[in-house]
């Protein structure tokens, strides 16, 4: 690598480098973990441990803060980009220290610190926020759908469809047997009016039957963008529900998502808020604009 600057005086940290000497911990990793997620975990950002107990994300998992500071250390981050000069991601799969208490420098976004200035993590990519959690994003979406059924064993003739039917989908009504699921769809717009396979033989002759799971689908983004591991409540939304990934659409716009839990309910088209991020145990030690380097710390509070 050919140098290309000189800097007068050398540069105070780089994201993610330990801000002292003051005492630090770690998350405690068990049999093979902790290992990047299937993104990659960036370093100088918080990051969140999954519910298996070993990958590690930089999105929010839930409504909880994060689980540690990802810190710069030599060999974690690799350069994969053609003619790379640096990097900050470690790759899926690589081993990754979690940080739950020290001093760390990050880049300082949303607004300027002031010391010992509250310190908040962002859900959709764990970067850090000064003051005031990231603004999170408004939308109108649905979960399932509601539509006039014909069952024949386990053929369902389905029209008159509101909503997105999706496999998986639990379904309710007049001669549908408790816990009911469709598992594939034979014929008709994906989603849509058709014939479907259900778990079970239904007896429903011409009668309004809904369908809830997991998927939902977003009709309109009034502010902001939506992102894998937001956190997202709404009308008949499951209590806890984040998003676990984007299906169909332009990227964290209108489209299909899955939630990490399903509903119990179908949801018709309802507004639904999205949180931007959450408050963490660490605070600002340092006064700084943002985009700058600020120190953060749990020690000293």
Not at 82 to 99: R, W
Not at 136 to 160: E, H, K, P, Q, Y
Request: aromatic share 6%; net charge negative.
């Amino acid at each position: 690598m050919f140098q290309k600057s000189v800097n007068l005086y050398n540069p105070l940290a780089v994201e993610g480098d330990f801000a002292d000497a003051n005492p630090r911990a770690t998350v405690p990793a068990g049999e093979g973990g902790l290992v990047a997620g299937p993104l990659g975990v960036t370093v100088g950002r918080f990051a969140w441990v999954s519910a298996d107990g070993k990958t590690v994300t930089n999105y929010g998992e839930g409504a909880a803060a994060p689980d540690g500071f990802v810190h710069r250390q030599e060999g974690a981050a690799l350069i994969t980009a053609y003619l790379g000069e640096a990097s900050n991601l470690i790759l899926a799969g690589f081993p990754v220290t979690l940080h739950n208490a020290g001093s760390f420098f990050a880049k300082a976004n949303g607004q300027a610190s002031t010391l010992r200035g509250s310190v908040y993590a962002s859900y959709a990519d764990g970067s850090v926020y000064m003051g005031a959690a990231p603004a999170g994003s408004t939308a109108t979406g649905a979960i399932g759908a509601t539509f006039t059924a014909t069952g024949t064993g386990t053929s369902l003739a389905v029209t008159a469809v509101t909503g997105l039917i999706s496999i998986g989908d639990v379904i309710l009504g007049t001669g549908v047997p408790a816990g009911t699921a469709i598992l594939a769809q034979v014929s008709g717009p994906t989603g849509g009016a058709g014939t479907y396979t259900t778990s079970v033989a239904t007896t429903a002759a011409g009668v309004t039957v809904t369908s809830f799971g997991n998927v939902l689908n977003v009709s309109a983004v009034a502010t902001g963008v939506l992102a894998v591991g937001d956190g997202i409540t709404g009308t008949d939304v499951p209590a806890g529900a984040t998003i676990a990934s984007q299906v169909s659409g332009a990227a964290g716009g209108v489209g299909v998502y899955t939630l990490n839990i399903p509903a119990t309910a179908y949801a018709a088209s309802t507004a639904l808020t999205v949180a931007g991020g959450v408050l963490t145990k660490f605070v600002a030690k340092s006064a700084v604009n943002v985009g700058e380097l600020v120190k953060i710390s749990t020690w000293g509070n």
